[in-house]
């Protein structure tokens, strides 16, 4: 008979006062140190800009980890800004604020993001002193947590207008929102992969019989990947272009224990030979779906239909593009 000691048991103690959910989908596993004191106060910043900004009655989101594990509660607006956010709430549908965010997004932050992120990345770490090293690992901590509050700062972009759009036509249809949500398909090339990176890739393999050749080598995975970088040529710029874009992107979660893609070289490159081929490019005939929904739509509401729609598939990008 085995004696249990109670002493090593793992307690779960709520992280503080008032409700808290734990969050198995983003957390199923318990997080790095590192990550459990970064997260939080960037995930709190992120998720109060977001509900200032929509007039939400909420003063975002509080996140805390027991025994490593992610959970969160629901945190309420002060009351004296209940007036101010109710004004603000006024204006977010009369005025589609989320286009605001768009435009901002797509004009300051996912450049802004993406140059800072090159030049984080082209650092060699290894030719760095230990005080070089030391400063450029703050860096990175720092741009990080930037990363994660602007993140969750346009969250509701992503969310509204889709939400917005499944709330009425699943009304006045009936239909499950699984099915209204296939109507987004082909508005939101990001979700699939897709950047001028692949694209350039897909073209300079198209015209490279040699490349193409090499790609589809059955030799080990890792050394076919770094024979594809050492082409001459635009097969190998485009190349070198595209694992530079999504070569240290991590695979599965979002701690920095998680493996990055060039650590897994051979789903790396089955990625890239359905990328170059015709399976990746299977067409997307999303118009004959839309009219189908749409007249199941009392005609009174198909004018509304269309816009919404058009708000929803216009804003579907920002909810992967956000994850730069």
Partial sequence: MAASNSSSQLRFEP???????QDPVHFPRPM???WQEMHPPAFKKGTNDFARFYGMLIDGLECAYVNGFGYNRVLPAPEAEFPERFQRAEQVFAQKLWRQQLTE??????PSTVATQRKLQAVDPDALSDVELATYLTRCRDHHSAMIAQHMRFTAGAILPTGDFLAHVGDWTSL???????????SAEVSAGGSEEMQRLKKAFAKDASARKLLDTARDPAKVIERLRSLGGEAGAAISAYLDLVGNRLIDGFDISEPRALELPDALLRSIRITVSDEAQAPIDVDDHIADVRAKVPAAHQ??????????????????????
């Fill in 15 to 21: 992280p503080g006062p008032g409700s808290w959910k």
């Fill in 32 to 34: 790095t140190l590192y």
């Fill in 105 to 110: 997004w797509d004009e300051k932050h996912k």
């Fill in 176 to 186: 499950p929102h699984a099915e209204l949500l296939g109507l987004m398909r082909g």
């Fill in 303 to 324: 004018p509304q239909f269309d816009e919404l729609l058009g708000e929803a598939r216009l804003t579907y990008r920002l909810r992967d593009e956000r994850g730069v």
